[in-house]
C-alpha cells in the first residue's frame, strides 16, 4: 500500500487583519495568529464535512497541541492569506499544518501545527480515525471534494 499524498494546503482563507488584533508592541499578538489557524481548520473540517458528522454521531475534534513559529511581524492594515493541510494520519489523531500570508509584505508571516485528536464526546474517549474519514481527508489532500 501506498502513502497517501498529504501536505498540498487544499484550504486556503482570507482574513483582514483588525485594528483590534494588535496589541502595546505595535504588531498583531500572538495569540491572534492561534485564531487564524482556528479559522483554517474549522474550513479544512467544513470542506470534510466533519463538524455535520460529529453532530450525527458525537465524534468529531478536539486540538490536543498546537504550535506556531513566528516568521514576521504584521499590523493593520493587511490581508493574511491562511493555509490548512493534513500532514500526517495516525490511528486516533492526525497533525495539520498552517501558514500565514502576509499581502502587505508579500511573505510567509508564520506556520505552525496542531495535533488533532478523534474524540468521542459521548464517552469522552479518543476514537478511531475510521476509514470514511481517513479517505475524505485523503481526497480533499489530493484534489478532491472531501
Known sequence: MTEPALGRWPVSVEVPVAWG???AFDHVNNTVFLRWF?????AYFERLGFLDRMEEDGVGPILA??????????RYPDLVRVEATVTRLGNTSFVMGYRVFSAE??????EGEGVIVLFDYGTERKAALDDDLRSAIE??????SG
Open 105 to 110: 509584505q508579500d511573505a510567509l508571516a508564520a
Open 65 to 74: 497541541r498546537a504550535t506556531c513559529d513566528y516568521r514576521l511581524a504584521l
Open 139 to 144: 481526497a480533499l489532500e489530493a484534489g478532491g
Open 38 to 42: 482556528e479559522t483554517a481548520r474549522i
Open 21 to 23: 488584533d494588535m496589541d
